[in-house]
């Protein structure tokens, strides 16, 4: 593998839109000590990606900076002092390359890939050594792309902290890369599943991979309502939450006295909850946002043994990315965006 002195990568000065992404050159980088060159094969989207290069993330965002917090690829260099890596091997990076294991901790975002410091939308890129994964062999590229973000994100509300057992039934909210993971996850551990979308061939779809019950939420506004029926009642043990302030009162209505609603995304925005509900349920919301290395080693190890594959609606090409981010912001995928490199 021949390291060119230049390489091509995508930039963002200004977070105006996805026009705001700029493809550019800069010299390629060398690993120093404790550190990997990677080059990078393949990169996926998530919905934080979008939020970025439109601005909804201001604070959280240091420019210019190399978007997209996902991706896998192989290890072209190690720097001096790093023996866990060689030449060769299939990596993917950590979404938070300060988060290795235990609980998370303050400040620990500002490693962020994509956001805090400069992501994987590159061809080469330089990490520590301890902010990569070995992935499957049995994985593409491209599906391994699609596990830093969204499915340690679904493995860490359902496993890690939903503590998952067989027969508990979970509510999966649409068809992005977080809830086809859920569903996924939640079908490996025997669990009951309940799908919501808006298009009646998606759900189908969700049905063929593994849903018990489906919910059109356009032609069913009172969605949660019939999560109730289809439980006799009692509501589900698991909610994945995606939707935020506009979804969680409903989801918080259809989860079970003493059952979690993890609380992912913020796709309808936010605003005012009423905590009464979840004190009367003796319920919890739980906030997750992605997770530990040690969490994504446990995952791949579990995806393994089950030989699941994600789902990957889209691959497009590198130059392509911004039709990609377009594609994305769309909603018509079913699975994960990627973008090969």
Known sequence: ???????????????????????????????????????????????????????????????????????????????????????????????????????????MYSTSLGGGIDGMLAEYVTL???????????????????????AVTSWQALVTEGHLKPGDSVLVMGTGGVSIFALQFAKMYG???IATSSSDAK????????????????TTPNWDARVLELTDGAGVDHVVEIGGAGTLPKSINAVKTGGVVSLIGILSGAGQIDPMPL??????????????????????????????????????????AAEAYRHLESGAHFGKVCIAI
């Open 1 to 107: 593998m021949l390291r060119s002195k230049i390489m091509k990568t995508y930039e963002i000065n200004e977070a105006k839109g996805i026009d705001s992404l700029k493809l550019t050159e800069r010299a390629t980088p060398k690993p120093g000590p404790g550190e990997v060159l990677m080059r990078v094969r393949a990169a996926s989207l998530n919905y934080r990606d979008l939020a970025i290069v439109k601005g909804y993330l201001g604070g959280m965002l240091k420019l210019p900076v190399v978007p997209v917090s996902d991706g896998a690829g192989e290890v072209a260099e190690v720097g001096p002092g790093v023996t866990e890596w060689k030449k060769g091997d299939r990596v993917a990076a950590i979404f938070t390359q300060g988060w290795l294991a235990g609980p998370p901790f303050a400040g």
């Open 128 to 150: 520590k050594a301890t902010g990569l994964v070995r992935i499957p062999d049995y994985l593409s590229f491209e599906e391994a792309a699609t596990l830093p973000c969204a």
């Open 191 to 193: 669990a009951k599943i």
């Open 203 to 218: 759900l189908e779809r969700l049905r063929k991979m593994g849903a018990a019950e489906v919910i059109n939420y356009k």
């Open 279 to 320: 004190l009367f349920k003796n319920a919890r919301v739980q906030g997750i946002l992605v997770g530990s290395r040690e969490m994504f080693e446990a995952m791949n190890r579990a995806m393994t043994v089950n030989q699941i594959h994600p789902v990957i609606d889209k691959v497009f090409p590198f130059y392509q």
